[in-house]
Each structure stands twice: as C-alpha cells, then as structure tokens.
C-alpha cells in the first residue's frame, strides 16, 4: 500500500469542514480551499501567497514546540497521579496557553500532538537506557514508532468519539502492532533524509511533468495499453478531439476524468472541448446533407426542369410499334393495370379529357396511368403477403415503363432528368432528418443544437436503419454517417464510468510528492505526520495549481498524456497497475499494520 492507496482509502470519504475530523490530507484541503489574500485590484498576489506560508510554518513550528514540552513533561504524570497532582503535561499545555503559544484546533492536529508527545516522551526515556543498548539503532526505532503509534492510535479512538475503555484499548493495540512496523518505521525514518531531491522535483517542470505522467499511469487500469492507445488515436471526425479517457477507453482514466469535470474551475474546459467536437461532427454533416437553403434551391431547380422537360413529353405524339401494342394488351390483363386504368380515367375526366382522347396514344392519358401505378407500387406493407403484391405491382409499373419510354422518347428524357435531380435531394432531406431526430432540446454553451449519441444510434446505428439509408446515400455520405455515429460512442464513455472521489483529485499533487519524496514510506501514518509542513511550499509557490493545471490539460489532450505517462519506464507503470487495483483497506489499526508491512517488502 502506498501513498496513492492510502488516499484512495482516506479521500474517498464525505469532504470535513475545516475543523472536523480526517487526517491530514483533510487539513491540507480545508486550509488550502481558504481565499487568498489579495491586492489592491483583488488579484491574490504571490507576497501575500508566501506571507501565509510562513505564518502557517511559524503555527506549525510552535504546535511542535508545544508537542515536545508536553511530551518531556508527561514522563512525570504518574508520579503526580500518585501524589493526587494535576498531570505535569496538563499543567504545561496550561502555561503555554496562557503564553499564548497556539492549540491545536483540528482532529488532525490533535492526532498529530498525540503522536508528537509520545515520541518525545519515548525518546526522552531513552536517556535511562545504558549506552550500549542505544546502538541498537532497529529496537530503538521500534520502540519510539510503538509509543508513538499507541498514541496516535488512543488520539483516534478519541476523536471518532469512543469512550476511555476503548481510547486505551486503541492505545494498546496500536503499540503492540508497531513491533510488525519496525522495518518499515526504520526505512520510514530513513526516507526522510534521502527525500530532499525528489521532494524538490516538483518545483522544476519536469519534476511536475512526472508527478502528473505518475498520476495518471496511477489511475489507469491499465497504464501500458492506455499509454499506447493515447499515442495512436483514430480521428473519426475532423476536428472533433476526445479527451484522454475516451481515448484511451481505460475505465480508472475515465474515473479520473470524470472527477475533474466535477472541480469548478476545470469542468468548464470539458465542457467547452465537447462543444468544440459537437460543433466538428454538425460542420462534417453539413458538408454532405447541405443547408435549408441548398435544399429548396435544388427542389427549385428541379422543378424548373421537370416543368419544361415533361411539357415537351406532354406536346410529342406517341408512336406505337405492334411490338408494343401486343406489350400493352398483356398489361391489360394485370389486375394493377386495370386497377391503374380505371383510376386514370376518372382523374382524366377531372382534367377535362373527352372519352376519345383516353386512349394508349394520348400523352397526358399515359402520364396519368404512369401515377397511378406510382401511387399502388410505393407504400409500406406490414405483412410478407403486402410486401409481395408490391412487388407484383412494381414489376407492372416497370414494364410499363419500358413501353412509355419507347414510344414517347420525350417522356424517357424527362423521367431522367428528374430522378438525376432527385438523386441529391433525396440525399439531402435524408441527413438533414436525420440530423434533427439526433437533437436533443437544449443547445451547447457555443449555441448549437447537441447530437444525440441514443438519438444517433436510433436512426442510424441499426442494421435497419443502416439499411435503409444506404438505399439513398452514397458510399461517401454512409461512410460519414458511420464516422459520426462511432465518434459520437467515443465520447459517451465518461458516462459509463463512475467518478472517483472528489477529495482523491484535490490531493492528488500531495499525494504525488510524499510518494515521490520518500517511496513506499509515504503512506506511512508516521511519515505523512512529521512531512505535513513540508507540503504547504507547493500550494504557497503555486506548485500544486501548476501540476493540477498540467493535470486538466493532459485529460483533454490524448498526445500530451501519452507523452507524459511514456515518461515512466514500463515496468514502474506495470507496478502501479497491480498497486491500483489492490482494494483500499479501511483506515483501521490492523490497516496500519498492513502499511507497514507493504511498505517494509517494497523496500
């Protein structure tokens, strides 16, 4: 268990206030979500920044003063206790106040003292130990780390609100774990000195560029193929980009995601990004659907020419061979060309057409029996049984056809002409219905209308209704089609994962940096108590804003992230998989012990 294992555990829990409980990291972002001071224009400045930092060091500094003058003279509270005396530390703690030396106001803080008081009161009884014995550097260590961890165990219990019997039975338990912690405490301790460099990266921009290649090989599922999927992105529609967690489609990557875009100051850049890709994949189906405009004006077009073309057909005189009369008396026959026949006789004496003129060599009288047979071939049958005397029906209408396009030339051009102008429009009303069913109500914050990844896929992500697209699409139009439809997939991902905890993100940089600072030991309760100070240059020095922004920025930009994590050899992100994917243990004593025993095998 590490240090990301150990916010896992601790920061996916409900955000305290300020002066509730948690540990320290809970601190850390209570007093970091404080406002800056700011100047005469209202813009926090970085004196004020730094002012802050050093008064909070100062606080810090003399809490630990406080903590070690309690801890000495807590050697002497049994003797008081069996001389019926206040507590020696007690009356201390009082003298300080009074000195106006600052109390602890938080649990952590408190917790913090606990642990404080009882490595100093343990190291001060290390003077009544002969000499020889203090070179047992191993036994000295466990024997500080247990009276420490039995004081911090005992603080806990308190402020989780258990009563004395369970406050000393917490005490006990954690200091007969500690012996399991012994190595671990050692390498602990040890860490602290060999720390100063990696502590120090951060403020370099490598040194922020790893924490954030760390954090996200951190979360991903799997760091090696996230990494080489971020590094071969297919773009399905040309200026649409997806974020990292679609494009990697790596579920601890799109968690993360998910968290940012709930922080108010980068939830915003998601949501403009995705705006950006609606508005590519609404200009990619604008190409090949056209406009309203376009539309109407080719409709218009199109009628220009069929009024001329079909007046021309309506003026020629047909010219039967026998060939096609002996066609047209087997048509007579054909129960649809009756049908057809008598309906066209009766529209022909709407128009005012004599018996004599409805006959075979009459153009008008042909153009009316060539609709009717258009109104009986084209409709949508429910049944097999309707769908094939459609069938039948077309195949009358087709060789009719045939005949009228023999003898009336004239008519054969017209009919071309219009189906080569329908062509296009039938194409065009198409992708525009098709667009608007794929609209959701609401427009983006760019103010276009959104399409629907559920609506897209209703009207165009079946085998049906792929099917009946591509009877009137091209290739190129259905390959666009298609195109939006898996770019629209890709950026439904976020929403098939659940967010993590917002508390893990706001300490993701704090994490980073004791994990980086001191390895394996920076999970330990010890080692995050005695660093805490240590982590308030970043947020003063805008170090921890720097690595959140790089953060935000690798979550929108695939190439960047997969550069970021390729920082990182292969088997240290292989590592960190298997550590992610470790359950978070509870925050409990034998947790504690578990730590300790992780952290002594990774060193």
């Known amino acids: 268990m590490d240090a990301y294992d150990s916010i896992a555990s601790f920061y996916n829990q409900p955000t305290p206030a300020p002066a509730g409980g948690g540990d320290v990291y809970d601190s850390i972002a209570a007093h970091y979500n404080q406002p800056a001071q700011a100047s005469d224009t209202g ?47 007690k009356a201390t703690g009082d003298i300080l106040t009074s000195l106006g030396v600052p109390q ?37 260590l466990t024997y500080l780390t247990s009276a420490g961890a039995g004081s911090g165990a005992a603080g806990t219990a308190r402020e989780a609100g258990f009563g004395p019997g369970m406050q000393a039975a917490a005490g006990l338990a954690g200091g ?40 996200l090989n951190k979360f991903a599922t799997n760091p090696q193929e996230a990494a080489d999927a971020l590094g071969n992105v297919k773009s399905y529609v040309e200026g649409s980009l997806p974020t990292t967690g679609m494009a990697s489609a790596d ?42 405009a376009t539309l109407k004006a080719a409709q218009a077009d199109r009628a220009a020419t069929a009024q001329a073309d079909y007046g021309a057909a309506m003026a020629a005189t047909p010219e039967l061979t026998p060939k096609d009369s002996r066609a047209l008396t087997a048509l007579m026959d054909r129960p649809a060309f009756a049908t057809a026949w008598k309906a066209a006789e009766s529209d022909a004496a709407n128009f005012g057409l004599k018996p004599q003129d409805i006959n075979l060599e009459n153009p008008q009288f042909l153009d009316l029996l060539k609709k009717q047979l258009d109104t009986q071939a084209f409709w949508n049958p429910s049944t097999a049984a309707e769908k094939a ?104 991902l976020p929403g098939s994962v659940k967010a993590i905890g917002s508390n893990t993100v706001q300490n993701l940089a704090m994490g980073n940096a004791l994990h980086q600072a001191f390895g394996g030991a920076g999970s330990n309760p010890l080692v995050k108590a005695l660093s805490y100070p240590l982590t308030l240059p970043y947020k003063y020095s805008g170090i921890e804003g720097n690595i959140d922004d790089l953060l935000t920025q690798a979550a929108l930009n695939p190439a960047l992230a997969s550069r970021l994590m390729q920082q990182v050899p292969f088997q240290m992100r292989q590592q960190l998989a298997q550590l992610l994917s470790r359950k978070a243990q509870a925050a409990t004593l034998g947790s504690i012990a578990s730590t300790g025993q992780t952290v002594a095998a990774g060193q």
């Open 43 to 89: 813009t926090p400045t970085q004196a004020a920044s730094w002012l802050d930092m050093i008064k909070e060091l100062g606080r810090q500094g003399a809490l630990t003063g406080r903590y070690a003058a309690e801890g000495i003279t807590g050697l002497f509270d049994p003797v008081n206790a069996a001389l019926g005396l206040q507590p020696a530390s």
């Open 104 to 140: 602890p106001q938080t649990p952590t803080e408190r917790v913090v003292g606990d642990v404080s008081r009882g490595l100093v009161g343990a190291g001060g009884s290390l003077a009544a130990w002969p000499t020889q014995l203090l070179g047992a550097i191993p036994e000295a």
């Open 176 to 215: 007969f774990a500690t012996p399991a912690l012994g190595a671990a405490a050692e390498q602990s301790l040890l860490a602290l000195g060999r720390g100063g460099k990696a502590y120090a990266a951060p403020f370099t921009q490598a040194g922020q560029q790893k924490a954030v290649g760390n954090i």
């Open 251 to 292: 579920p601890g990557l799109l968690g993360l995601e998910n968290a940012l875009r709930n922080e108010p100051g980068v939830g915003p850049q998601f949501v403009q990004q995705a705006a950006e890709s609606n508005a590519a994949r609404l200009a990619a189906l604008g190409k090949v659907s056209g406009t309203d």
């Open 389 to 492: 005397s459609m069938l039948g029906v077309q195949n009358v209408r087709s060789k009719f056809l045939d005949v009228l396009d023999n003898i009336n030339p004239q008519y054969a051009i017209a009919r071309g002409n219009f189906a080569a102008a329908s062509a296009p429009i039938n194409q065009m009303e198409a992708l525009q219905n098709l667009g608007t069913k794929a609209q959701i109500a609401a427009p983006d914050v760019l103010g276009n209308p959104v399409l629907s990844q559920a609506k897209w896929k209703q009207n165009a992500g079946t085998p049906e209704t792929l099917g009946d697209l591509a009877k009137v699409l091209t290739p190129e139009q259905m390959q666009v089609v298609q195109n939006i439809g898996q770019d629209l997939n890709r950026a439904s």
